[in-house]
């Protein structure tokens, strides 16, 4: 057996890691409380105008952007459930570690030809799919002839059931899609669409920062009073205080890690490279490879031998007991150097970062690498620790309530701050001609943000009734989403009355959203309690949410009243 040491150097322990962590945020905080007391100390009528008007005008540029992070981000917390409502196939909890892999390469080799191919297995969400990756690399005779060009991976999806393979635009979901909504990928902005996400998040943080040094002298006293009887300015700015001060250590959470991800991985690296490494391509390459990773040449020499797959995976599961299998690659599939990993997917509860992984080489049987979550770098643990803060996934059904309920919070906060806008702007003194602008600009916004809910209950309901008949699914998702949202939000600009739009989006919220479990019954045969009973998990979450849903808004509905 053979091990390779190569990165240990580079291993720190887990539990050093989230104390640092726990350390890095509590010093934060401390020292956050300490400027915002002397800001609030010092801070004369004139700071305190300067901090407001900066915190008003972020908070109004940044709202509907903001809006549609939040909303589609807050959805994104059940894509998987969502994936499997959609497609209808439930999957029994960790199926994928019990899947014959064997049968499933010989289904996958009457369409496809794998030989040398670099194979990546994936479970896809919680149905039942498997998401398949497929790579070549090239003969060591061409590697030494010419340089290797980077080669394209296809992408499709295998019901292992049924052997029915799906490309990437039939199987695209509505899970995916608002997935990919919250970071703006289906606007594409000529590719900058990512960059804006990440600046938005940026001011983001910079509002919240603002706002805490607004209310920072009245915030314990502001949180406790609520008014709903009261003027409107005062509901909506009660409302904003009392619901951003709730939500704001997850507020504060996304904004982080949200601009970790985004806004410092594509404006703050490059420089940051420079400074620290001077440029050197090699020291820059070894701090984003994963020490673990084996890289072997291909031979372009076919096994002699008979293997299985399945083998290797059992192989490792008595390695890693009490884990579930989350991936498997098999690098130059049937080729001498054919290598194969399985990665396993430790409890949270024992391990928070890492994960367990084992390369096999197929031809002497032999074990080239072994890997536990205690061995992790300091950089992918740091990677995957804010990767379960921003996904909630470290968690089960609790969590997941948690994170949806404080993201649509957020929507609350960001609609009351626009109304609050709106109303301190709404008075006599102010000119006519910029009091219009000023309700233009507020009715757009409304229209936008509030015609969202709808337009995705709509979504919701056509894919379910027709979903099976669509062909390129990712084109009918793009038309039907964007169809209804743009409809709706041109329908309530022109219309030009604020009530209207909050009364009767969330009318059509509900009707739509009630239709949706009742039409899933109808089409599947899956009503909730049948699903409840069969243990079809995923699928009782969505129908059960947009029962909660359409009940909550079509209460709203009768109980709005204008005044």
Known sequence: MRSNNLYNKNKVNKSEIINEVLIVIIVYFSYLCKIFWMIGFFMNKRVYNVVFDTHTVTGIVISVALYIIFFAGTLSFLREEIEVWEQNTPMIESSFGTTDFDKLLKELEKEISLYSQNISLIPNGKTRLIVVELSKDKPIEEVKKQEAEEVETDYF?????????????????????????????????????????????????????????????????????????????????????????????????????????????????????????????????????????????????????????????????????????????????????????????????????????VVYQVADGEILQQQAPSEVSYTDALNEVMTHL??????????????????????????????????????????????????????????????MLPATAFVFLIIKLLGGFMIDKQLWIYSLFFGSWGVLSLFFILRRNNFVTNRYTLLLSGLWGMLIPITDGLVTGNWLWNSALKGETAIFVVNLFWLLVSIITLWVFFKLKKQ
């Open 390 to 451: 921003h996904f909630g996934d470290y968690g089960g059904y609790g969590v997941k309530l948690m994170y949806i309920l404080l993201g649509f919070l957020g929507c609350v906060v960001i609609l009351s701050g626009v109304l609050i806008w709106l109303v301190a702007r709404d008075k006599k003194n102010i000119s006519e001609h910029k009091r219009k602008q000023n309700r233009w600009v507020a009715n757009v916004y409304l229209s936008l943000c509030l015609s």
């Open 157 to 357: 999806t295998i019901d292992p059931t049924t052997g029915q393979i799906t490309n990437y635009e039939d199987d695209y979901s509505l899970g995916q899609f608002f997935y990919q909504l919250h970071f703006f990928d289906p606007f594409n902005l000529w590719g900058y669409s990512r960059l804006l996400v990440g600046l938005v998040t940026f001011f983001f943080l910079f509002t919240l920062i603002t706002g805490l040094i607004i209310h920072w002298d009245k915030i314990i006293q502001n949180f406790y009073v609520f008014r709903p009887k009261n003027a409107w300015k005062n509901i909506w700015t009660e409302a904003h205080t009392v619901l951003g001060l709730i939500g704001l250590p997850y507020q504060l959470m996304y904004a982080i890690t949200g601009a970790f991800f985004i806004t410092g991985s594509l404006l703050f690296v490059e420089p940051a490279q420079q400074l620290v490494y001077g440029g050197d391509q090699k020291k820059i390459d070894a701090l984003y490879e994963h020490r673990d990773e084996i890289r072997t040449t291909f031979l372009n020499r076919p096994l002699q031998t008979d293997f299985s797959v399945n083998e290797w995976v059992e192989k490792a599961k008595r390695l890693f007991p009490n884990t579930s299998v989350k991936e498997i690659n098999l690098t130059h599939y049937g080729d001498e150097s054919m290598l194969v990993k399985v990665v396993s997917a430790p409890i949270f509860s024992k391990n928070f970062t890492g994960s367990y992984s």
